[in-house]
Structure formats: C-alpha cells, structure tokens
C-alpha cells in the first residue's frame, strides 16, 4: 500500500508550473541591483513576478495599491510588521505572529476571535490548525494570509488589514520564500539592514528563482480557486469527517460550528496522545501532524486549542488532517478505517 499525504497545511507538493518558472529564472545571470544589462534583465523579471504575485493577492489596481516586499519566510514577514509595534493577538495566532505580540484578545469555543482596537491588533485569516476562518475588521494592523491564500478567494485591497504574510510553500510554491503585503504609506524600519534592496524594506540580494516559483504557485492557485477545486476537496473533506465520526465514541470535531477552510479537519480523541496518533498513522502509512509543523517536537499542548477553551489534557490529545488538491476520496475512506482501528485498540486497553 502506498503512502498517503495528509499534511497539507504544513507544506504542499511543488506544482509543476512553479517548477518550470524557477527553471527559467535560473538561466538569469544578473543581480537584480546591477546597472548592466544582464542587471536590467534580472530586475525586469523580478518586477514581473512581483506584478503577477500582486494581482493574485487582489493587491494591485486602484489608486493606492499596495507594496509587495519578498522576504525569506512568512515567518521573516510577520517580524518585519510586529516587531517593537505593542500589537495584540488572541491564542490561536501562530507561533510566528505571537512571537512579537501581546495576548489580549478574547477567542470562543469555536475559534473565532473579537479584536476590539483594530489598528493595534492582528488576527489571521485562517487557522493552520483547525481550518477555522476570522471576520477582518477594517484597519486591522496585520493579517496572516499564509493558511487561506490558494485555498479560498483573497483580496487584499477590499480586505479590512494594513498589512499580510503570505509564504509559497503552502501553495505549491518552494520553500524559503515569502512577502509581506503592505499598502502604501506605512513606514516600517528594515528588520535586515544593509543593502537597499526592495524599496530599502529588506537588505539581501532577492532569492530571484523562489520569486519566479513564489509568483507562478500563486497564478495556478488562484485559478484553482476559480475554477472550483477546493470545492470538490471540501466535499472529500466532509467525507472524511462523517466517516470519522461515524463509531460508538465519536471524537470532537472541533470548529465544525464555524467557517472553515475547505480542507482542514481538527480531531480530538480523549485519552489519545496526539504525538502517538500520528506515529500510529505514519506506520500506517498515512501522515498527519499533531498541530503546527513549526511547533512539532515541543513538549507542550496546542495553544490553540487551549485559547479555544479545551483543557490541557485535550489540548494535548489533538491531531489535524489536511487535504490537497489531489486527495482521493479512498485516501481519506483508508486513512478513516486505519485510524477508527487504532482508535478502538486504544479504547480497549483504557477499558
């Protein structure tokens, strides 16, 4: 039996149109900050991809507009914003984001959140642990687009935040590329200083073949969006979660009373270590994560869940399953069956 992955949420399969795009940016000589020729030529492309990135954003048009500064992660992007800024978040934001923020906002059992001073506040647009989706309040200081951009409509410009991170790796783009999304006007000091690179925002010769990726990723997804494939993986997804579900003790299923993104599903099996779900599940042949692939290995529960108000002990007994474009609906009718097995195994022995 073949392998299946599930893991979506922490990092996607390299699409082939971002692969073709890195392979032509590889024969660019020149750095983008030379004068030359072979200069002009390599910040002609980058600008290009910046254009392309932008349009699929929804980020471009209009008077304003907005900035497109590349970093090297979302994770760069979001210091880059909320560094030194006093910026309050609620418990589910990523590890990333709460990193430079305050804890202050209120979150409910389903995940949503209540910002009450939106300018000095950030608040996802989606949770990479269990899918649940936020109402962007107007001005809100930041957002995290990294979960939602490719699997739902974005648009940044008639979106409430100043500012957003977006990364390439959870589109289908490479690894180690990122932006942040800012409209004009807003001053931000440089968190890499050195050169002037990127309108002086961020010092570092551009990573010119993740950009070329990082744009054509986002052309694909966005089409994908368009043209009603997350759909069918929300459809694959429900399918999934009525299987699971289905036994004599059911497992919760939590933010199923909320928006959610179409292919994320969030469990939580009492007594049943996360950890131990998924080394039982990749054994099986199936992986999965027990939360954010950032926090993994840390001896810690899921601060997510507990912002949602489970205890310590569920918290720690959560895992997520996350979908692609190419799950197959026997994929997830597998992965059900080899996890209701193990389930019942583990209930046995609790007896």
Request: charged fraction near 20%; proline fraction near 3%; glycine fraction near 12%.
């Amino acid at each position: 039996m073949s392998r299946v992955y599930l893991d979506h949420n922490a990092t996607t399969p390299l699409r082939p149109e971002a692969r073709a795009a890195m392979a032509e940016a590889e024969d660019i000589v020149g750095n983008p900050s030379s004068v030359h020729a072979e200069g002009r030529r390599a910040k002609a492309f980058l600008e290009s991809c910046r254009a392309r990135l932008g349009d699929a954003l929804g980020a471009t048009g209009g008077v304003s507009g907005a900035e497109i500064v590349f970093t090297g992660s979302a994770t760069e992007a979001a210091a880059m914003a909320l560094a030194g800024r006093g910026i309050v978040c609620s418990g589910v934001e990523h590890d990333a984001v709460a990193a430079w923020c305050e804890p202050g906002l209120a979150t409910d059992g389903a995940g949503r959140v209540t910002v009450t001073d939106a300018g000095f506040a950030t608040l996802q647009l989606a949770n990479s642990e269990t899918g649940v989706m936020q109402d962007l309040p107007e001005g809100l200081w930041m957002s995290d687009f990294t979960q939602a951009f490719g699997k739902v409509a974005v648009n940044f410009l008639s979106s409430g935040p100043l500012m957003a991170i977006v990364s390439a790796h959870k589109l289908g783009g490479p690894k180690g590329i990122g932006a942040l999304v800012m409209r004009r006007g807003i001053d931000l000091d440089p968190v890499l200083k050195g050169g002037g690179q990127e309108m002086g925002r961020r010092a570092g010769t551009e990573n010119l073949i993740g950009i070329a990726g990082f744009a054509a990723a986002a052309e694909a997804a966005v089409a994908d969006v368009a043209s009603g494939r997350w759909e069918e993986v929300e459809e694959t997804r429900d399918l999934l979660e009525a299987a699971l579900v289905g036994g004599d003790k059911p497992p919760i299923l939590v933010g199923k009373g909320a928006r959610r993104l179409p292919n994320t599903t969030c469990l939580l099996s009492e007594g049943w270590k996360g950890e131990t779900q998924v080394m039982q599940m990749d054994l099986a042949k199936f992986a999965i994560s027990a939360g954010s692939a950032c926090s993994s290995g840390k001896v810690k529960t899921s601060p997510v869940l507990r912002a949602m108000g489970y205890s310590e002990a569920q918290a720690g007994c959560g895992i997520r399953i996350s979908l692609g474009l190419e799950t197959k609906r026997d994929d997830v009718l597998r992965f059900a069956d080899a996890w209701a097995a193990q389930a019942r195994k583990q209930q046995n022995k609790a007896a």
